[in-house]
Protein backbone atom coordinates (compact mmCIF):
# COMPACT_ATOMS: atom_id res chain seq x y z
CA UNK A 1 0.00 0.00 0.00
CA UNK A 2 1.27 3.16 -0.86
CA UNK A 3 1.74 5.56 1.91
CA UNK A 4 1.34 9.23 0.79
CA UNK A 5 4.25 11.95 2.01
CA UNK A 6 4.33 15.68 2.26
CA UNK A 7 7.86 17.48 2.68
CA UNK A 8 6.93 19.58 5.90
CA UNK A 9 7.93 23.47 6.60
CA UNK A 10 7.24 25.93 8.88
CA UNK A 11 7.41 29.93 9.64
CA UNK A 12 7.00 31.82 12.31
CA UNK A 13 4.88 34.79 12.47
CA UNK A 14 3.75 38.32 14.41
CA UNK A 15 1.00 40.68 13.63
CA UNK A 16 0.56 43.71 15.77
CA UNK A 17 -2.95 44.73 16.93
CA UNK A 18 -4.09 48.44 16.23
CA UNK A 19 -4.43 49.30 19.60
CA UNK A 20 -3.80 46.67 22.52
CA UNK A 21 -6.94 44.32 22.87
CA UNK A 22 -8.30 45.08 26.42
CA UNK A 23 -9.98 41.84 28.27
CA UNK A 24 -10.63 40.92 31.76
CA UNK A 25 -7.37 38.77 30.78
CA UNK A 26 -5.27 41.51 30.40
CA UNK A 27 -3.90 43.66 27.48
CA UNK A 28 -3.48 41.98 24.02
CA UNK A 29 -0.89 43.24 21.70
CA UNK A 30 1.16 40.63 19.87
CA UNK A 31 -0.83 38.07 17.82
CA UNK A 32 2.16 35.06 17.28
CA UNK A 33 1.75 32.13 15.13
CA UNK A 34 3.21 29.58 12.97
CA UNK A 35 2.25 29.12 9.39
CA UNK A 36 2.88 24.93 7.92
CA UNK A 37 3.43 24.78 4.20
CA UNK A 38 2.86 20.79 2.82
CA UNK A 39 4.27 19.77 -0.42
CA UNK A 40 3.11 16.29 -2.10
CA UNK A 41 5.09 14.26 -4.76
CA UNK A 42 3.26 16.34 -7.39
CA UNK A 43 4.59 19.84 -6.30
CA UNK A 44 0.84 20.45 -4.34
CA UNK A 45 1.59 23.15 -2.07
CA UNK A 46 -1.32 23.57 0.68
CA UNK A 47 -0.94 26.03 3.92
CA UNK A 48 -2.31 25.34 7.82
CA UNK A 49 -1.88 27.90 10.40
CA UNK A 50 -1.60 27.09 14.30
CA UNK A 51 -2.74 29.88 16.06
CA UNK A 52 -2.86 29.19 19.86
CA UNK A 53 -4.13 31.21 22.74
CA UNK A 54 -2.62 29.30 26.26
CA UNK A 55 -4.43 32.11 28.16
CA UNK A 56 -8.04 30.47 26.56
CA UNK A 57 -6.64 26.59 27.43
CA UNK A 58 -4.78 25.53 24.12
CA UNK A 59 -0.54 24.96 24.22
CA UNK A 60 1.87 27.94 24.17
CA UNK A 61 3.00 29.23 21.19
CA UNK A 62 6.40 28.12 22.52
CA UNK A 63 5.41 24.51 22.99
CA UNK A 64 3.97 24.70 19.46
CA UNK A 65 7.26 25.73 18.46
CA UNK A 66 8.95 23.47 19.82
CA UNK A 67 6.66 20.40 18.38
CA UNK A 68 6.96 21.53 14.83
CA UNK A 69 10.83 22.03 15.45
CA UNK A 70 11.19 18.08 16.63
CA UNK A 71 8.97 16.77 13.61
CA UNK A 72 10.58 15.17 10.19
CA UNK A 73 11.30 16.86 7.32
CA UNK A 74 8.63 14.46 5.88
CA UNK A 75 5.16 13.95 6.99
CA UNK A 76 2.16 11.05 6.67
CA UNK A 77 -1.32 11.40 7.51
CA UNK A 78 -0.48 9.20 10.19
CA UNK A 79 2.36 11.63 12.03
CA UNK A 80 -0.46 14.11 11.85
CA UNK A 81 -3.32 11.77 13.22
CA UNK A 82 -1.24 11.21 16.18
CA UNK A 83 -0.67 14.98 17.36
CA UNK A 84 -1.77 14.66 20.76
CA UNK A 85 -5.14 16.46 22.54
CA UNK A 86 -2.46 18.59 24.70
CA UNK A 87 -1.58 20.18 21.48
CA UNK A 88 -5.26 21.35 19.97
CA UNK A 89 -3.89 24.50 17.83
CA UNK A 90 -1.70 22.06 16.22
CA UNK A 91 -4.04 19.34 15.49
CA UNK A 92 -5.77 22.27 13.52
CA UNK A 93 -2.95 23.61 11.68
CA UNK A 94 -1.86 20.17 10.14
CA UNK A 95 -5.45 18.79 9.63
CA UNK A 96 -6.40 22.10 7.84
CA UNK A 97 -3.42 21.53 5.61
CA UNK A 98 -4.03 18.61 4.89
CA UNK A 99 -8.08 19.07 3.45
CA UNK A 100 -5.63 21.98 0.77
CA UNK A 101 -8.43 24.53 2.15
CA UNK A 102 -8.27 27.75 -0.13
CA UNK A 103 -9.45 31.36 0.71
CA UNK A 104 -12.81 31.20 -0.61
CA UNK A 105 -16.63 33.06 -0.62
CA UNK A 106 -19.03 32.69 2.41
CA UNK A 107 -22.13 33.82 2.89
CA UNK A 108 -21.79 33.89 7.00
CA UNK A 109 -23.39 36.84 8.82
CA UNK A 110 -20.29 38.36 10.99
CA UNK A 111 -20.56 40.05 14.45
CA UNK A 112 -17.98 43.21 14.75
CA UNK A 113 -16.15 43.44 17.89
CA UNK A 114 -16.54 46.63 19.28
CA UNK A 115 -13.42 47.89 21.63
CA UNK A 116 -14.09 47.71 25.55
CA UNK A 117 -14.75 50.41 27.65
CA UNK A 118 -16.52 54.58 26.07
CA UNK A 119 -14.14 53.54 22.53
CA UNK A 120 -17.21 51.01 22.02
CA UNK A 121 -19.38 54.68 21.84
CA UNK A 122 -17.85 55.72 18.86
CA UNK A 123 -17.01 51.99 16.92
CA UNK A 124 -19.87 51.23 16.50
CA UNK A 125 -21.09 53.72 13.91
CA UNK A 126 -18.01 52.63 11.56
CA UNK A 127 -18.41 49.10 11.87
CA UNK A 128 -22.46 49.77 10.95
CA UNK A 129 -21.56 51.87 8.13
CA UNK A 130 -19.76 48.54 6.53
CA UNK A 131 -22.28 46.36 6.93
CA UNK A 132 -22.34 45.19 10.60
CA UNK A 133 -25.49 44.65 12.96
CA UNK A 134 -24.73 42.54 15.66
CA UNK A 135 -21.60 44.01 18.12
CA UNK A 136 -19.99 42.14 20.75
CA UNK A 137 -18.48 44.14 23.96
CA UNK A 138 -16.28 43.56 26.20
CA UNK A 139 -16.66 43.80 30.08
CA UNK A 140 -15.63 42.71 33.02
CA UNK A 141 -12.56 45.29 32.48
CA UNK A 142 -13.71 48.76 34.15
CA UNK A 143 -15.92 49.24 36.96
CA UNK A 144 -19.05 47.68 36.66
CA UNK A 145 -21.07 50.92 37.48
CA UNK A 146 -19.56 52.48 34.65
CA UNK A 147 -19.98 50.14 32.22
CA UNK A 148 -23.24 49.80 32.94
CA UNK A 149 -23.74 53.25 32.34
CA UNK A 150 -21.86 52.64 28.83
CA UNK A 151 -24.15 49.69 28.06
CA UNK A 152 -27.51 51.82 28.34
CA UNK A 153 -26.02 53.94 25.91
CA UNK A 154 -25.34 51.06 23.65
CA UNK A 155 -29.03 49.83 24.11
CA UNK A 156 -29.75 53.15 21.89
CA UNK A 157 -27.87 51.33 18.69
CA UNK A 158 -30.30 51.65 15.70
CA UNK A 159 -33.48 48.81 15.32
CA UNK A 160 -32.48 46.02 14.41
CA UNK A 161 -28.59 45.80 15.78
CA UNK A 162 -27.45 43.08 18.38
CA UNK A 163 -25.03 42.92 20.95
CA UNK A 164 -23.10 40.70 22.80
CA UNK A 165 -21.92 41.13 26.32
CA UNK A 166 -18.16 38.80 26.34
CA UNK A 167 -16.99 39.05 29.96
CA UNK A 168 -13.71 36.84 29.10
CA UNK A 169 -14.46 35.20 32.67
CA UNK A 170 -13.89 38.60 34.87
CA UNK A 171 -17.04 38.63 36.67
CA UNK A 172 -17.97 37.27 40.09
CA UNK A 173 -21.39 35.95 40.56
CA UNK A 174 -23.44 38.73 41.94
CA UNK A 175 -21.81 40.81 38.98
CA UNK A 176 -22.87 38.15 36.65
CA UNK A 177 -26.53 37.94 37.90
CA UNK A 178 -26.56 41.44 38.01
CA UNK A 179 -25.75 42.07 34.35
CA UNK A 180 -28.54 39.44 33.33
CA UNK A 181 -31.39 41.19 35.84
CA UNK A 182 -30.39 44.33 33.82
CA UNK A 183 -30.21 42.67 30.32
CA UNK A 184 -33.71 41.01 31.27
CA UNK A 185 -35.00 44.24 32.16
CA UNK A 186 -34.12 45.78 29.00
CA UNK A 187 -35.82 43.08 27.60
CA UNK A 188 -39.36 44.50 28.70
CA UNK A 189 -38.43 48.08 27.93
CA UNK A 190 -40.61 48.80 24.85
CA UNK A 191 -38.18 51.87 24.35
CA UNK A 192 -35.26 49.88 23.60
CA UNK A 193 -34.75 48.03 20.44
CA UNK A 194 -31.79 46.55 21.02
CA UNK A 195 -31.59 43.06 21.65
CA UNK A 196 -28.43 41.55 23.77
CA UNK A 197 -28.13 37.97 22.05
CA UNK A 198 -26.30 36.76 24.83
CA UNK A 199 -24.03 37.39 27.99
CA UNK A 200 -20.91 35.34 27.37
CA UNK A 201 -18.21 33.33 29.82
CA UNK A 202 -19.62 35.82 32.49
CA UNK A 203 -17.45 33.16 34.94
CA UNK A 204 -14.15 31.18 35.42
CA UNK A 205 -14.20 27.68 33.98
CA UNK A 206 -14.16 26.45 37.46
CA UNK A 207 -17.76 27.71 37.98
CA UNK A 208 -19.54 25.63 35.42
CA UNK A 209 -22.48 24.78 37.56
CA UNK A 210 -23.26 28.66 38.81
CA UNK A 211 -23.41 29.13 35.04
CA UNK A 212 -25.85 26.91 34.39
CA UNK A 213 -28.08 27.87 37.45
CA UNK A 214 -27.80 31.32 36.48
CA UNK A 215 -28.78 30.25 32.54
CA UNK A 216 -31.92 28.80 34.13
CA UNK A 217 -32.44 31.70 35.88
CA UNK A 218 -32.66 34.50 33.59
CA UNK A 219 -34.21 34.96 30.04
CA UNK A 220 -30.73 36.27 28.69
CA UNK A 221 -29.17 33.35 27.48
CA UNK A 222 -25.09 32.60 28.17
CA UNK A 223 -22.87 31.18 26.37
CA UNK A 224 -19.77 29.20 27.00
CA UNK A 225 -16.48 30.45 25.37
CA UNK A 226 -13.06 29.45 27.82
CA UNK A 227 -15.02 26.85 29.18
CA UNK A 228 -15.51 25.07 26.09
CA UNK A 229 -12.04 26.25 24.20
CA UNK A 230 -10.93 22.25 23.36
CA UNK A 231 -13.14 19.50 21.80
CA UNK A 232 -12.78 17.76 25.04
CA UNK A 233 -13.73 20.35 27.02
CA UNK A 234 -16.93 21.18 24.84
CA UNK A 235 -17.52 17.21 25.44
CA UNK A 236 -17.21 17.76 29.15
CA UNK A 237 -19.77 20.86 29.25
CA UNK A 238 -22.34 18.93 27.33
CA UNK A 239 -22.00 15.74 29.04
CA UNK A 240 -22.52 17.82 31.91
CA UNK A 241 -25.84 19.45 30.78
CA UNK A 242 -25.16 22.43 29.13
CA UNK A 243 -27.60 22.77 26.39
CA UNK A 244 -27.23 26.98 25.69
CA UNK A 245 -24.94 28.62 23.76
CA UNK A 246 -21.18 27.05 22.93
CA UNK A 247 -18.76 29.28 21.14
CA UNK A 248 -16.59 27.41 19.20
CA UNK A 249 -13.25 28.86 18.12
CA UNK A 250 -11.99 25.94 15.70
CA UNK A 251 -8.24 27.42 15.77
CA UNK A 252 -7.66 26.26 18.65
CA UNK A 253 -10.45 23.25 19.45
CA UNK A 254 -8.40 20.57 17.85
CA UNK A 255 -9.13 18.55 14.52
CA UNK A 256 -11.12 19.66 12.51
CA UNK A 257 -12.63 15.99 11.33
CA UNK A 258 -13.53 15.72 15.31
CA UNK A 259 -15.23 19.13 15.44
CA UNK A 260 -17.16 18.08 12.90
CA UNK A 261 -18.10 15.16 14.17
CA UNK A 262 -19.62 16.62 17.58
CA UNK A 263 -21.37 18.97 15.69
CA UNK A 264 -23.01 16.84 13.48
CA UNK A 265 -23.74 14.00 16.35
CA UNK A 266 -25.09 16.61 18.91
CA UNK A 267 -26.74 19.64 17.09
CA UNK A 268 -24.99 21.81 19.15
CA UNK A 269 -26.45 25.75 19.03
CA UNK A 270 -22.65 26.60 17.86
CA UNK A 271 -21.10 30.16 17.20
CA UNK A 272 -17.83 29.77 15.87
CA UNK A 273 -15.62 32.31 16.40
CA UNK A 274 -12.03 33.67 15.21
CA UNK A 275 -9.04 33.50 17.14
CA UNK A 276 -7.35 36.75 15.25
CA UNK A 277 -5.76 34.23 12.81
CA UNK A 278 -4.54 35.20 9.42
CA UNK A 279 -6.10 34.75 6.33
CA UNK A 280 -4.91 30.88 5.76
CA UNK A 281 -6.36 30.09 9.27
CA UNK A 282 -9.70 32.10 8.98
CA UNK A 283 -10.54 30.34 5.55
CA UNK A 284 -9.94 26.98 7.78
CA UNK A 285 -12.15 28.04 10.40
CA UNK A 286 -14.73 29.86 7.75
CA UNK A 287 -15.32 26.26 5.73
CA UNK A 288 -15.97 24.46 9.39
CA UNK A 289 -18.16 27.74 9.84
CA UNK A 290 -20.39 27.70 6.64
CA UNK A 291 -20.94 24.08 7.40
CA UNK A 292 -21.54 23.83 11.37
CA UNK A 293 -22.32 26.95 12.95
CA UNK A 294 -26.29 28.16 14.12
CA UNK A 295 -27.44 29.71 10.71
CA UNK A 296 -29.52 31.93 13.12
CA UNK A 297 -26.83 33.31 14.87
CA UNK A 298 -23.62 35.74 12.91
CA UNK A 299 -20.49 33.89 13.43
CA UNK A 300 -17.76 36.06 15.53
CA UNK A 301 -15.02 36.98 12.53
CA UNK A 302 -15.59 40.81 12.30
CA UNK A 303 -12.10 41.27 13.93
CA UNK A 304 -10.08 42.72 11.02
CA UNK A 305 -10.46 45.81 11.89
CA UNK A 306 -8.39 45.63 15.16
CA UNK A 307 -5.23 44.14 14.03
CA UNK A 308 -2.69 45.82 10.97
CA UNK A 309 -3.51 44.43 8.29
CA UNK A 310 -1.32 41.91 6.03
CA UNK A 311 0.39 43.26 2.85
CA UNK A 312 -0.40 41.54 -0.73
CA UNK A 313 2.48 39.45 -0.93
CA UNK A 314 2.69 38.62 2.83
CA UNK A 315 2.62 35.25 3.03
CA UNK A 316 5.63 35.01 -0.31
CA UNK A 317 7.67 37.10 2.03
CA UNK A 318 7.13 34.73 5.13
CA UNK A 319 8.99 32.20 3.02
CA UNK A 320 11.58 34.44 1.63
CA UNK A 321 12.89 35.27 5.07
CA UNK A 322 13.68 33.09 8.34
Not at 46 to 70: D, L, N, R, V
Not at 140 to 150: R, S
Not at 270 to 286: C, H, M, N, R, Y
Amino acid sequence: MKITTYQFEFRYYQRQFQSPLKTSHGNWEVRAGIILRLTDKMGTVSYGEIAPISWFGSETIEQAKAFCCQLPQELTPKIIFSIPDTLPACQFGFESALEEVRDGEHSLTCSGLLPAGNAALQAWQKLWEQGYRTFKWKIGVDLIAEELEIFNKLMRLPMSAKLRLDANAGLSYNQANLWLQTCDRLREDPTVSVEVEYLEQPLAIAEFAAMLELSHCHQTAIALDESVATLQQLQKCYDQGWRGIFIVKPAIAGFPSRLRQFCHRYQIDAVFSSVFETEIGKSAALRLATELSSPHRAIGFGVDHLLQQEGSHWLENLWNTR
